[in-house]
């Protein structure tokens, strides 16, 4: 795009207020849980008490005879499928029939009148548990073989076991005039989303059911519930209604949805069930715990010669997302700087623990940190500042990395200069650190993220996005998109495209939003696929809706179709104001000459994964980057951390809207600090340890430091209008930033997050005992290196000429 | 049980009869259908639920209608004047303050309450007054822009004409617009 056009937007770059701002600041949004349905009954499900236990015998007798209960179900009442997110990992089950593999199990259902009746039924089943040992962490999973957790899997309780080589390891560390060998540990954590996960079933009288659902994935919880209940999916509509907070905790089909579903059928009611605070705790599929070993080889002057990561994954009781996670704690790094030869192995375990999944920024932070951190290091032993040492070594626009990722635009050095110069990083470095017993230092770290998956997560050839607009007589425009909206504004930024295209303003476009009967597929919102993704299909649609009317409107003006433009509410000729006619009036020409101006868009990735196995994973159109700088005190009486500033500067590509970009990015920097400095999902005695808000602490706005964003403007060839992901990638810089800032501060590493006051004082009295000063995991799991996969370093290849992108091979002017 | 109580709710007298234990949240959400009002953990440690009693914000999913008797409770939809947005609404639609909403009524009645009795408040005592409601979503920075836009329309619109100015109680309702 010229820089012509590119001050030719109306809509595009604009701050404009989402669509749904004025619902969501009156209250008039509903979400899942405001739906009242007639008749409508209540649900609650029974969970297990038990970490690991077999079901010897469910009982419900007492709480069917319980007034005001109309059904009652165990696993025994729904076909005996089970299923899984991930078509490898069939591993679940709604109503666990034989064993539960963790506190949280669900066995059992009720629908009630109201809450209080079903909850009071769930405590009318007996169940006869016989307990099993508990297996609570990677190292007890991996000493007991021969206790099962499931009997799938890469070895005893081991789910997923990759290994991946990229050209010569050893001689890249033979050639590197540092060597550098460090683990980290990287401590799981929760979405906790505001709200709790919710959903309301009806089975009709017809025989078609209906799920409205606060979930993240509208379409993948259609075909689960097609398989798991045995009907046909062209009999069952998922409406994902607004999200309340989503961040990869509602990517999940779960049991809660399928037990109100059948209770419906069976009852010949409307069912709903939302989820307690505690529940959402025990549901979780967040952030894995991590442990990583990781060796890189340096030049003197800071190239990277070569690395080489392990990860250890503690996966919880199930599959979940977690053989897509365990390849992304891999895959992902490669892409921010130039590293010509690469290794990767990693090792997800089974533990009867809530399972882990995607959590935003999905299985990258944890080796962003070890990377970004061990980088902070070499620096220092190599006496170069650790800002200029990433400058140096960003990689090439368009060019492969060694595990054949092709990044297309890179803006991390634009990112790097601008946080550099917006802080002041080389005078805050030098300023002396001591204030009292207060120390300040400031962190620099970089990340890299994909916009959007490159593959679906069932294999198919069809689009990833789908987008539908109908352009009605009244000039109102209705987009019909499977995307969900969780808070990001996706059906503003859908409207935003399309009205840029079609010159109208996006208030005249009704974006009607995952709807399964209704709108096109879209895979979901994660992966930070949906404002490419769709925006691409959206963008498709609008240029072909576009089209048509410039055909009618030429034929009426007496002008060629070439020389009209859409703007301001009209089709007209460009040069000419005198010669155009409102958009209203082009769609009744149109619909005249045409017949129902309804066009579809369509998107998949390009073409251009590597062919070994394993080779889709972490492939994306392109690659977001951020470059972070905090500056922060610790108090070296207390421990505490008070973060002061956060400078952070995003590559989004084009920011189509400003002011929802600097929302995401404040919003992950937000939650990175969280992660950074208090935010764990850790268990005791088979227990989460903090299932409450005022337990699992979180950031409130006392804690919140000033957040500076820039955003830096690359033109993504790949993106609507040039535009990337914002939604994830700056999370990232965020914990290495933090952790490398305490070490400024009081020269003591904490190799692991969360960076607690109680591991600050452990280091800093480590440290006045003469020792190294570090508070991280000692010792690596036990478990026997896997056979590497052998490829051939891609790095510094060019990307590919031509892009093959399915379905996008006609463009209309 | 039931009981009888009589609240005024968003200016509407209400009369009511509901079993002695139902939480101030749930009659708003279930007997009046004033469903803005969210729950975000029901035991007081969100601020997601927040309404105000009298002016003062107070948490609804700990609070007993049957301990609030005659009481003035106000929910966020009836921030709005009519159809004129509060300014504090306005500013939050405008700044991109609601992310994914759900916090967002909580936050506002928060704010509101504030806004009362502190016409021009430093950011660092609107940071201590929302410290008590969690948001997910936005890192807190444009709520606290929002929260200083909105003091600062309405101290305006008090100080131009001793009332409230076209400015100061914010647009109709779905009035889109840029940021100020």
New interface residues.
Partial sequence: MSAGEKHGFSVIG?????L????????????A??M?LPRMAHAKLLRSPHAHALIRRIDTARARALPGVYAVITGADLPRVKFGILPVSQDEEALCTERVRMVGDAVAAVAAVDEETAEQACRLIDVDWEPLPALMSMEESLAHPEIRIHEYGDGPNVHKHVALQFGDVDAAFARADLVREDTFYYEGST??????HAAVAQWGADGKLTLWSSTQTPHYVHRSLAKILAVPGAHIRVVAA??????GGKLDPFAHEIAVCQLSRLTGRPVKI?L??EEVFYVHRGRHPVLMWIKTGFTKRGDITGCHLKTWLDGGAYGSYGVASTFYTGVVNPASYKMPVYKFEGARIFTNKPPCGPKRGHGTPQPRFALEVQIDKAAEELGLDPADMRRRIVTEPFTKTANHLTVTTTGLAECIDRVVEASRWRERRARPRARGARKRGVGFACSAYMTGAGTAIYWNAMPHSGVVLRADRSGAVALLCGATD????SDSTLAYLAAEVLGI???DVHVHPADTTLTPVDLGSYSSRVTLMCGMAAIQAAERLRGALFEAVAKKLEVPPGALVARDGKIGVADDREKALPFAQAVELGEAMHGVLAFPGSYAPPKRAATFRGGTMGQSPCYSFSAGIVDLSVDEETGEIAVHDVWIAHDVGRALNP??V??QV??????GIGEALMEEQVFRKNLHKTP???DYK?P???E?PE?HTILVETDDPEGPFGAKEAGQGPLLPIMPAIANAVYHAVGVRIDEVPITPDKILRALDQKRRGGPGRVGPEKLPLLAPREPLVVESAFGQPAAAVVVRPFQTERLA | MKTRIALTVNDQPQDLLVPVHKTLLEVL?EDL???????????G??G?CTVLVDGEPILSCLALPVELQGRRIT???G??DGAR?HP???A?????A????????GV?LTAQALLASEALPARDR???A???????????????DAVELAALRMSRGRASRGGASAEASGEM??T????A
């Fill in positions: 604009q701050p404009l207020p989402k749904d701002a004025w619902a969501k600041v009156t209250g008039e949004t509903r979400y849980d405001d009242v979405h906790l989303p505001m709200e709790q607004p999200v309340g907070g989503g961040f939302a307690t605070r969780i808070g990001q504004g303003a996006p208030k002011l929802l600097e929302g404040e919003g992950s920097v937000y939650m409450s808000m005022l979180s409130t706005a006392l919140m957040i | 959400r259908g004033l469903t803005g009002t969210k729950h975000g953990c029901e035991l440690e969100c997601t929910t966020v939809e921030m709005a947005l504090l609404q306005q939050f639609a405008e700044l991109g609601a992310q994914c909403g759900y916090c967002t009524p506002l609107i940071k201590e929302l410290a008590g409601n969690l948001c997910r979503c936005t890192g807190y920075t444009k709520i606290l309702i779905g889109t617009g840029t940021r």
